[in-house]
Antibody, heavy 118, light 110 residues
Framework: EVQLVESGGGLVQPGGSLRLSCAAS????????MHWVRQAPGKGLVWVSRINTAGTTTKYADSVKGRFTISRDNAKNTLYLQMNSLRAEDTAVYYC???????????WGQGTLVTVSS | QSALTQPASVSGSPGQSITISCTGT?????????VSWYQQHPGKAPKLMIFDVSNRPSGVSNRFSGSKSGNTASLTISGLQAEDEADYYCSSYTSSALVLFGGGTKLTVL
């Protein structure tokens, strides 16, 4: 059974940093592209970032480019999202997601809430 | 990176069919057959319902079907059931190798 378990969310002040983790199991993590997708309270899904299998190619939404960094540790079956210079508008539930093909997601984690507020 | 356009809400009675549209451009929906649809119940993670425009993952009811014409994709749910009430999101691959989601459609089963 595929499982994606996010952790690391919480309350952080504007300008602060946070690192999210996503522990993967039930599939060959090292063979799967991975994504982060976020959802602000009461709003829709917004794609954040994607990483290839080796961790050598990454893509970001314009809204987070230069502030967020996606990475992975295939030995630990873990995906990360380093978030710096956080803003109030980054407040959202962050989902870790497994790529099926061509940026289509077949499995989602349960999400972790990030709240940016003073 | 503007979001794909979906109606904010649709509704239907049990047993009826409804269709949710998702409009993009030739740089996303119109240019690729990588359109997917997700169902999200309140407080839950999204669930993949359709991929590659019209394919259903194993375990998804055949009451759900997808199609595409030009820059617009559609999700049709036939034989509406109470448990279909949820938010639905479309998504497309883009010419920049990025991901665009639609704004979401709230389906109400009357």
């Amino acid at each position: 059974e595929v499982q994606l378990v996010e952790s690391g969310g919480g309350l952080v002040q504007p300008g602060g940093s946070l690192r999210l983790s996503c522990a993967a199991s039930g599939f060959t993590f090292s063979s799967s592209w991975m994504h982060w997708v976020r959802q602000a309270p009461g709003k829709g899904l917004v794609w954040v970032s994607r990483i290839n299998t080796a961790g050598t190619t990454t893509k970001y939404a314009d809204s987070v480019k230069g502030r967020f960094t996606i990475s992975r540790d295939n030995a630990k079956n873990t995906l990360y999202l380093q978030m710096n210079s956080l803003r109030a508008e980054d407040t959202a539930v962050y989902y870790c997601a497994k790529d099926l093909s061509f940026n289509q997601v077949d499995y989602w984690g349960q999400g972790t809430l990030v709240t940016v507020s003073s | 990176q503007s979001a794909l356009t979906q109606p904010a809400s649709v509704s239907g009675s049990p047993g009826q069919s409804i269709t949710i549209s998702c409009t993009g451009t030739s740089s996303d929906i119109g240019g690729y057959n990588y359109v997917s649809w997700y169902q999200q119940h309140p407080g839950k993670a999204p669930k993949l319902m359709i991929f590659d425009v019209s394919n259903r993952p194993s375990g998804v009811s055949n009451r759900f079907s997808g199609s595409k014409s030009g820059n617009t994709a559609s999700l049709t749910i036939s034989g509406l059931q109470a448990e279909d009430e949820a938010d639905y999101y479309c998504s497309s691959y883009t010419s920049s190798a990025l991901v665009l989601f639609g704004g979401g459609t709230k389906l109400t089963v009357l």
